[in-house]
């Protein structure tokens, strides 16, 4: 994270939603399917200058019966 903001690159989640590292209030992952083990383990790194127009990160519960990941949805 550290080289990358270096480099005028930063975390687009980390960005939006102005929260730290290992802070994370949304979810990407969850162990064995299950809502009460989740982790914020997915990440998007873009430059500084490259603003998203749109940023979601749907509803475990759409996802879950698929993956243990939910996707990280971002339009540029």
Do not use: L, M, W
């Given at each position: 994270v550290e080289f990358l903001a270096r480099k005028n690159i930063q975390s687009v989640y980390h960005s939006i939603f102005q929260e730290k590292h290992g802070e994370e209030s949304k979810k990407t992952f969850f162990l064995y399917r299950?809502?009460?083990?989740?982790?914020?383990?997915?990440?998007?790194?873009?430059s500084k200058d490259l603003a998203p127009k749109n940023f979601v990160i749907p509803s475990s519960e759409d996802w879950l019966?698929?993956?243990?990941?939910?996707?990280i949805i971002i339009d540029f």
């Open positions: 299950s809502v009460n083990r989740g982790f914020h383990i997915d990440y998007c790194f873009a019966s698929s993956s243990d990941h939910v996707p």
